[in-house]
């Protein structure tokens, strides 16, 4: 306990009495990275901890309470840490074993957000790898067929708490789960399937109950819902081209039935015009300061637009036997089934639950983990997802059998490239064929070597180091499907068009203790006022500085880009003193520093992407377009309309934490 903490007593405001106490210490210490709302939310956290229902309406940010003047005092204190002291009986309230949590001395009985009752992590050896057949999810058709016409289609996708086996061996797990109704939402979700000219709306339905099945950090800035009641949600379709009111910004969050709505929410039904080039999204929640939870959780899904007049020429695998999204994470799981998430942060003090990045051993394939797939003997497509908080895999085949790529992230390659290894980032999407007639050994194990964090965290083990194994039948099959090696041809990057150039800094902070804290883009958190407005139709070049020690994949909203160059930072220290003192890359001399190894971009990676792996200590150079890449024809939709875009990290700890900011638009 910090030695100038002080106590604070909070109630339930409107109750004369008070039949639980908790004593809240907090110091006081003002951290401008901070925002007002800190202390309200620790109070609802409190609130949620002793699962108190509100008897009325109170409102966190004008703090209109008249008993226990709980935000007065709180919007003074600016606390950077809170410590839970209680009476005894009120750890067993909660199931917080008080002697374990390494909380030091002074009266506190344990940390506000050890709180939630730390199962034992389930010892993930114990599951036999390779015993469940890997599952297709659920198909939903974004389009309907009328008299042999495509028309429009408006579905209904409900977020639902329900139950999912992982693994033969574990028990039930729950989980958060897309489906057009509980018995039938699955983890990932449904993979919708849209056309190419189609709109398919979706309302996006929250069914979810009050309280969250994972530990969530009030500290960093979250969408929390009046009187804490319900789990707020958003979907966003990662690599659509739509409409700011469809894209589901952090702040357009919504609770079960729609109750209550973030500050920019703006309607129930979200347009997906899917007037884009064809490719692989998926869409996945997007809720301000939960993402990381909501996606741990199961709220994930695949979705395809398909154009078939321009994709059916190239003769690739197609069918759903022999085309398959693969969406893959990982995860740890407690002994009894539940998704197991640390919920001590690395930094206690600052954020009682938040860490860097999430990880878990068991890797889950659509649903499963390290399943197993039947295949014949000839090519198979395969759309991978990486749906990871944090984890990059490096996939490659135990039998040196190698990947056939034909997209990238939402697009199609102009060339065909072959690869022995896949490196994926959080939400990246490669579109591979592999051709299984190629292979000496009938069985071949999809493996992972990617250290995590990556690059430089630990190696990879026994465990997340497999991800699937196919067997492969015996007998050689006619196969007419082929990869030519001109895929589809887009308009091509065009220096000349350029109208403006922007410097991006990624910044890690950290604590007294070198544990980090949270992480900016160009020194701001995400609320600072907007500060890049590109033009509608604009083409624009984006220097990204990553200044930390871990890759991060930037993921930009609404446009695409091509990465140019990445160029290693020389006297790095030097360079980094500077952006952190006056954070300003030109002032600083960016281009003095950015004059080292430069590493050339993979064909694989050389299309149209919406993420792209940002190397530390490199200056990644990007051309982003802000019109469709297919006919560089400008949007069929406001662009500039509230509440705009985003643009962030996809590692989701980060993302939550706030390495994002808003992109608005202009004509
Ligand atoms: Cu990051």
Redesign the pocket.
């Known amino acids: 306990m910090p030695t100038d903490a002080k106590p604070l007593k909070i109630g339930v405001p409107g109750r004369t009495t008070f039949d639980k106490f908790v004593k809240v210490e907090y110091r006081e210490k003002p951290n401008e990275n901070r925002y007002d709302g800190f202390c309200i939310q620790i109070f609802y956290k409190v609130l949620e901890l002793l699962d108190y229902d509100l008897p009325y309406e109170f409102n966190p940010y004008n703090g209109t309470s008249d008993e226990g003047s709980l935000t007065g005092s709180c919007i003074l204190s600016r606390c950077s840490g809170v410590y839970l002291s209680s009476k005894p009986s009120l750890a067993n309230d909660y199931g917080a074993d008080a002697s374990d949590d390494g909380a030091d001395s002074a009266g506190a009985d344990g940390l506000l957000c050890t709180s939630w009752a730390e199962d034992r992590l389930f010892d993930t050896s114990k599951l036999k790898m390779f015993v469940d057949e890997l599952p297709d999810m659920p198909k939903i058709l974004g389009f309907d067929v009328v008299f042999g016409f495509p028309k429009p289609k408006s579905l209904k996708i409900g977020m639902f708490k329900t139950e999912w086996k992982f693994h033969r061996d574990l028990p039930a797990t729950p989980v958060f789960a897309y489906g057009t109704s509980k018995a039938t939402a699955t983890v990932p979700g449904p993979t919708i399937v849209a056309l190419h000219g189609v709109d398919t709306y979706v309302r996006w339905k929250n069914h979810l109950p009050k309280k969250h099945i994972l530990p969530w950090d009030p500290t960093i800035p979250t969408a929390i819902p009046i009187n804490m009641k319900g789990i707020p949600t958003v979907v966003h379709l990662h690599g659509g081209i739509h409409e700011p009111e469809s894209d589901g910004n952090a702040e357009s969050w919504f609770t079960a039935g729609f109750k209550q709505r973030g500050p920019k929410w703006t309607k129930k039904t979200y347009r997906y015009p899917n007037r884009q080039h064809p490719g692989n999204l998926w869409y996945h929640d997007h809720a301000k300061g939960l993402t990381r939870v909501n996606l741990l959780a199961g709220l994930i899904g695949a979705y395809i637009i398909r154009h078939p007049d321009v994709e059916a020429p190239l003769g690739l695998p197609h069918g759903d036997e022999f085309d398959r999204p693969l969406v893959v994470f990982d995860r740890g799981f407690s002994d009894d089934g539940s998704i197991y998430m640390n919920a001590t942060g690395n930094n206690p003090s600052i954020h009682p639950q938040w860490q860097p990045e999430y990880f878990g051993d068991a890797i889950i394939v659509n649903g499963k983990a390290w399943p197993r797939m039947t295949v014949r003997r000839r090519k198979y497509r395969f759309r991978i997802i990486n749906a990871s908080n944090a984890r990059f895999f490096r996939f490659f085949f135990t039998n040196g059998l190698g990947f056939i790529h034909v997209g990238s992230d939402s697009a199609y390659l102009g060339e065909s490239a072959i690869t022995n290894k896949v490196l994926l980032g959080p939400s990246e999407i490669s579109d591979v064929v592999v051709d299984f007639s190629k292979s000496m050994t009938d069985t071949v194990i999809l493996a992972n070597d990617a250290p995590y964090p990556y690059p430089s965290g630990d190696p990879v083990n026994e465990l997340n180091s497999k991800v699937l194994k196919f067997v492969i039948q015996r007998y050689q099959e006619f196969d007419t499907w082929q990869v030519p090696k001109k895929l589809i041809q887009y308009p091509s990057p065009d220096l000349s068009s350029v109208s403006l150039t922007r410097y991006i800094a990624?910044y890690e902070y950290t604590s007294d203790v070198d544990e980090p804290t949270h992480?900016y883009l160009n020194g701001k958190p995400y609320e600072a006022p907007v500060t890049e407005t590109p033009k509608v139709g604009a083409t624009e070049v984006w220097n990204v500085i990553n200044l930390t020690e871990?890759n991060?994949?930037l993921h930009i909203h609404l446009g695409l880009f091509v990465t140019l160059d990445q160029t290693e930072l020389v006297n790095l220290e030097e360079f980094k003193s500077c952006m952190t003192e006056i954070n300003d890359a030109v002032k600083c001399q960016v281009s003095k520093y950015a004059v080292g190894n430069k590493t050339e971009v993979p064909a694989h990676e050389k299309g149209w992407k919406n993420v792209f792996k940002m190397r530390p200590g490199v200056v990644t150079r990007i051309l982003v377009r802000f019109s469709y890449i297919h006919s560089n024809a400008s949007y069929a939709f406001d662009a500039t309309s509230e509440p705009g875009y985003v643009y962030h990290?996809?590692?989701l700890d980060?993302?939550d934490n706030v390495?994002m900011r808003p992109l608005k638009f202009y004509t």
Do not use: F, G, Q, V
Request: aromatic share 0%; charged share 20%.
């Open positions: 990624m992480l871990d991060h994949p990290c996809h590692i980060h993302e390495m």
